[in-house]
């Protein structure tokens, strides 16, 4: 729980959850996913099992976003600017792929 709340306030440092626990761990975690919904759909399994194994990785990838989103408050406005920006295109990307 005290990984959740340290995310969520911010309190990790933007290099660690941007590039590690974010691009790294996150898509990785999405990537997995996303085989194993495309597996299962493809095994013949029902439209709405393959959906739910597709979007259970959303909450984390929410949570990853906003962990950015608040430590990158903490640098440098530019650096902070592309932080957020990644951020956000990272979601859509884990969104759609």
């Known amino acids: 729980m005290e ?8 309190r990790v440092p933007l290099a660690r959850v941007f ?15 996303g085989g194993t ?5 493809v ?11 597709f979007f259970l990785p959303l909450p984390l990838n929410v949570l990853l976003t906003v962990s ?9 406005p530019g650096e902070g600017l592309l932080a957020r920006a990644g951020a956000l295109v990272w979601l859509a990307v884990m969104l759609v792929v």
């Open 43 to 53: 095994a013949g399994a029902p439209f709405w099992l393959a959906a739910l194994i």
């Open 3 to 10: 990984f959740v709340r340290c995310h969520w306030q911010g």
């Open 68 to 76: 950015v989103w608040r430590s990158a408050g903490q640098v440098a």
């Open 37 to 41: 919904a495309l597996a299962a759909h």
């Open 19 to 33: 590039w590690w626990d974010m691009l790294i761990v996150g898509t990785l975690v999405n990537l997995i996913a």
